[in-house]
């Protein structure tokens, strides 16, 4: 399991944006599922966006909630096909997207792919996760 970091949230109005990262350290796999995932007041865990990506430059995705489609994107930084950031970025904001922001990867098996690696259908499970982020959507 390797090690992954968030960062970038913060607040913002309603119609603003904002990009989080996620750098990630020490995943050894031979394809990875990354995925954000968020947790807002009195709500479920959701995951809002995932894809998932090989050492040798495979890819699949993205995958996205649909309270997010046309807002968000994410994407990689993968210099020479290591996946080094994970980014999420995030336009036109609306206060319901308040939470608190995780990025999450694990081996990419069958499993984790056929549910869009966790935003597609619930109850994957992901081996390492962020420590959080906090987004703030005001009116």
């Known amino acids: 399991q390797g090690h992954l970091v968030e960062s970038g949230g913060g607040s913002v109005q309603a119609g603003g944006s904002l990009r989080l990262a996620c750098a990630a350290s020490g995943f050894t796999y031979a394809t990875v599922c990354l995925a954000w995932f968020r947790q807002s007041p009195g709500k479920r865990r959701e995951g809002v966006a995932s894809?998932?990506?090989?050492?040798?430059?495979?890819?699949?995705?993205?995958?996205?909630?649909d309270s997010v489609k046309g807002r968000f994107t994410i994407s990689i930084d993968n210099t020479k096909n290591t996946m080094n950031t994970v980014y999420l970025q995030m336009n036109d904001l609306k206060p319901e997207d308040t939470g608190t922001y995780y990025c999450?990867?694990?081996?990419?098996?069958?499993?984790?792919?056929?549910?869009?690696?966790?935003?597609?259908?619930?109850?994957?499970?992901?081996?390492?996760w962020g420590q959080g982020i906090q987004v703030v959507v005001s009116s």
């Open positions: 999450a990867a694990d081996r990419a098996t069958i499993g984790r792919v056929n549910k869009g690696c966790g935003v597609l259908a619930e109850g994957v499970d992901f081996g390492s």
């Open positions: 894809l998932y990506f090989g050492s040798d430059g495979r890819r699949g995705g993205p995958y996205y909630a």
